[in-house]
């Protein structure tokens, strides 16, 4: 009941702030910031060893969205980001936070709902259709709400689709969590949601969920790799740069392209 | 005014070690005072609540004048019929009058309960302490408002702890006039009290429980007699500790 | 790292421009605490009373049950929640998972334990001679139930502060049973949790201003509850 006893994880919070960076610095660790799409899927646990392995680095993954992701490089809290929003990727570059961007790999998003699909997302003809359908519904839809590259990505979606859901709080529920939480969230709501083809692959069977709509350019969610600016921040540029060379070669490349679960392979290596 | 006696019988009390006391008889008539004597620690204060259904004895049979029947069996008619008054009055959160009105039952219209509470408060002699926080009266203010409690409940046999402990002479002296007034109005008394000549006038029986026993023992004699004895066990154990 | 002042500024300029969403937010952790304890506690002041007033088989056992509850992880408490009103679960078909009566459902699960602990402990200070005296003053057991509560109602409001400040602040279980829903079941602490790592800390420093100033008005009460608890006795 002592006022500390409540104070002291926010003091720990802080605490931890402060001491991340240069805590755990070292020649061999590289610090990877990536979306929760990639690690919820699997794909680092797949490729992450491999590249350790041939290398001598180690990596350390913080997984958050793609805004966090970006800020955590921002301030040189990681070595190396990889992230799949390409507009915030290009003010990333812009704005000088960042050196070497590659694109490394994509997939797709998907459009997932409940079997009984009231909005009739099975009949939509583009995705711009599919989401006025579900705006038309009003049906319960799960937004990711977390700054993350799909979260950007819904918003665009919607605008592109011109609708205005600055305001729809009674149908759309930003959960504000990562992929697999907010798909766990969709399924037991029933509600439709946008999701990467991967996650949904690789933890869509228990969702009791049905894919509804896919395809079109709309739809490509193009996967990026930065290290943040050696100049800006002390990081471990010369493992960031490994890693990045790395996931565009060749071996990397079939390691992305070798990665499926349940049969199907989840993304598709894109390095030029 | 309809004339009471209870008549216990048997009355024994054990604890898991200790046996307290045993197969003891007393009774308590209206209009008349039983004084019940004894050292610390004798049992007076168990044996009273076991005579109000507070406290449950080993064993004991209770006749309400139609036969006998076991303590357990008529355990609510006497916490209903018997009125324990604790050592220490309990005052309930509020005023002195709100304390007395808990004592009326519900339902009298307010001019008839303040009516009664203001007889209660003159009777008590605690005129001008109506409003006052109960919690904060001196013990013999308490007292005298758990009397007057009493009094409004119109209960017929009342048992009084240690009555004149924890306050001064003249308390002391109102206290016994209250008693006084309470016998001559046919009330059931029981007292167990270590410092009794306060009430020696109002006092007909004299019982002093000792080693587990209840003795008869006859007035006036009897406080000096109690001095005594209490005084040569003190001197024993204290020679027994050399 | 000069964001920590910067969001610091910020977060006081959000709370003190009455920042629409972040007062929602407030609103939300509080008519869910609130709602939480207003359920919890006559349940638990019965028990804790029947725990403190009466004898009967396994009584112990139940006293030192609920303290042991005390130091439930409210994890567990939201995994509990979670597996009953999930659909596969015993209590699917409510359609409670992910909405306001959920995390107050986990709320309750989690102040019980308090009040009743507590409320015993009041109860169990709380004189016989209180509830002696009513009953042969000829006053209802009922009656009699209410005026002891009302006689230790100092301890009793003690515990209920203490409950709510558990709840209140509690991240693990409302983040699990509520979902962190914007518009609908995202409070304090599950916002506190998604801004930061949205990296958008004024938010979340000017919640866990809210927050911190509650939890001192919570222990200023208490303290005074717990005094005046003392003296009336």
Redesign the interface.
Known sequence: MKPFRRIAPLLLVCAAVFAAPGAFASETLVRLATTTSTDNSGLLRHLLPQFERESGYRVQVISAGTGKALKLGESGDVDVVLVHAPKSERRFMDLGHGVDRRTVMENDFILVGPRADPAGLRRAASAADAFRRMHRAAHAFVSRGDDSGTHKKELSLWRAARVNVADENAWRLEVGRGMGASLQIAGELQAYMLIDRATWLFAGAQSELQLLYEGGAELRNPYGVIAVNPARHHVNYPGARALIEWLVSERGQSAIGGYTAGGARLFTPSAR | MSEIRIRYTELGKSFARRRLFEDLSLSLESGAALLLGGENGAGKTTLLRIL?G?EKPSHGLVDFGAGEVAWQRCRKIL??R???L?Q???M??GSVARNLE??L?RGLSKSRRDEKIRRALEWARLDGLSGARA?TLSGGEKQRV?LA?AWL?QSKILLLDEPAANMDRESQLRTAALLRRLKAARVALALASHNHEVFDELIDRRLLLEDGKLHAARAPALPENVTRLAAGRLRRAAKARR | MNTLGAATLEAFALLFRGDAGLWEIIGISFRVSCAAIAIAIPPAVLAAFALAHFEFPGRRLLISLSNTLLSLPAVVVGLTVYLLLSRQGPLGDWRLLFTQPAMVLAQILLAFPILVSMGHAAFQAADRRAWETARMLGIPPARTFFMVVGEVRFGLLAAMLAGFGRIIAEVGASMMVGGNILHHTRNIPTAIALETSKGNFSQGIALGIVLLVMAFVLNMLLQYFQGRGRIAL
Do not use: I
């Open positions: 109000a507070l916490q209903r018997v009125m324990y604790h220490a009055p309990y309930f959160e808990l004592a039952p919690k758990s409690r409940r």
